[in-house]
């Protein structure tokens, strides 16, 4: 089951879709002879899979969504047990976690997907990488990222999550060029920098690579976030998409113009609400195929993202297609007086309001059975300002329509954030799913 490609991204359009039209056929007889989940749903919806020859050809197969994974986990599984070497979860952010085996095959995979993404942000042998994320709690990424690291021939220092004390003695004492971490987590270094007499400006850091969210908007300029660290810290920054489903990055390059497709390790469609794919540029849902996974490929999975992606060529010599930020999840789309919005837009004006310590977004339905948004927000610090209106202002501007506002106190919200158990903060709660 080979995987590495390196090149293939740099070939022409027809070349890499005549190479995923191959890799896609060995992918199908892999879940045909391998795969319990797969070979009952071939059979009950009468598929041959000799018929399925293109990436194209794909729309006459069944989409596997989160449910099946939760419902028939192991179902999934292809190799026997005792081939397994490290189990993964989801952050169940969303729901029920889904746990996700790796074979050694799987491990040298995701080092590899890594590697070729590191390599894609400008990362080389010599170059020394600060990893700002947990490399436990069942987190696939963050022991890919020093797998891919290892594999590069670079070097990284595992520091975890927070702490940005220890961030910064850890800076100063090795000098890495580059950090990785969610970027919000930029700005918190920053602060703590500016309040404890740190010359960051003059740092060693040169690169941050961003996970977890987005630093540019559709247009592929830098969004609130973004310029806000750029504002403050001239770094060079990149933005990454993955997710452990995917057991795949889409890395940005220099040009910072979207995440770059790696075709040898996944097909990407992206499908309409009629679920039939939609023209380039346009922004539809992200369904994925798995290629080279040994222990749970995935078939035609509904991430639930939504994205667009892009086909023209990019000027660091790619060809392969690139996806564009993430505009929100599907199941997340929110309609407020009229418009449609998803959570990141709300995320984005409050991560960049200086005295807003922790925030909580909800959205449930009004008494007239349309989406009402509410706004738990904590202050840093108090202002002599009408704070509420400020801040709808602030949203006025942004996405032209303003949610309902509380005031609460930042332990109030750590306590719904769950953040000492959670992988991920609990940062929006969408009740109307409990009301449908």
Sequence with gaps: ?????????????????????????????????????????????????????????????????????????????????????????????????????????????????????????????????????????????????????????????????????????????????????????????????????????????????????????????????????????????????????????????????????HPELIIVEIIGEDNKPVPDGEVGEVVITTLGVESMPLLRFRTGDMASIHTEPCKCGRNSFRISPLVGRKNNMIKLKGTTLYPPAIFDVLDNTDYVENYVVTVDYNSAGTDEVIVKAALRHSVDFDVVKELKDRFRARIRVTPEIEIVSADENRKTMRIDTNRKPIKFIDNRKQQS
């Excluded at 179902?75 to 085996?101: H, M, N, Q, R």
């Excluded at 594999?151 to 999550?161: C, H, M, P, Q, T």
């Excluded at 919000?184 to 500016?194: C, G, M, R």
């Excluded at 040169?206 to 310029?227: A, C, M, T």
Aim: charged fraction near 25%.
């Design 1 to 261: 089951m080979e995987y590495r490609y390196p090149d293939i991204e740099f070939q022409t359009i027809e070349t890499i879709r005549k190479f995923q039209d191959e890799r896609l056929v060995e992918a199908l007889d892999y879940l045909y002879t391998k795969s319990p989940f797969y070979q009952k749903l071939f059979k009950e919806n009468r598929i041959n899979i000799s018929n399925i020859k293109t990436v194209k050809d794909l729309q006459n197969i069944p989409f596997t969504e989160k449910k099946d994974l939760q419902m028939y986990n192991y179902d999934f599984l292809c190799i026997p047990k005792e081939k397994i070497v490290d189990y993964i979860t989801t952050s169940g952010t969303l729901g029920d976690p889904v746990t996700f085996a790796c074979s050694e095959h799987d491990l040298q995979r995701l080092a590899y997907n890594e590697m070729i993404s590191f390599r894609c942000a400008g990362l080389r042998p010599g170059n020394i990488l600060q990893l700002m994320t947990t490399i436990d709690k069942r987190f696939m990424a963050g022991l890919a990222y020093f797998l891919g690291i290892r594999e590069l021939g670079a070097s990284i220092i595992r520091v975890g999550n927070g702490i940005p004390e220890l961030q910064w003695d850890t800076i100063q004492r090795i000098k890495p060029d580059t950090v990785m971490c969610v970027p919000s987590f930029i700005l918190k270094l920053i602060q703590y920098a500016e309040d404890h007499g740190i010359d960051y400006k003059n740092s060693s850091i040169k690169r941050v690579i961003g996970i977890g969210e987005g630093l540019r908007d559709q247009n592929f300029n830098l969004n609130l976030l973004g310029s806000k660290i750029k504002e403050k810290w001239d770094v060079n920054l990149f933005a990454t998409y993955s997710s452990t489903e995917m057991s795949t990055t889409f890395p940005e390059c220099e040009y910072g113009c979207g995440g770059h497709h």
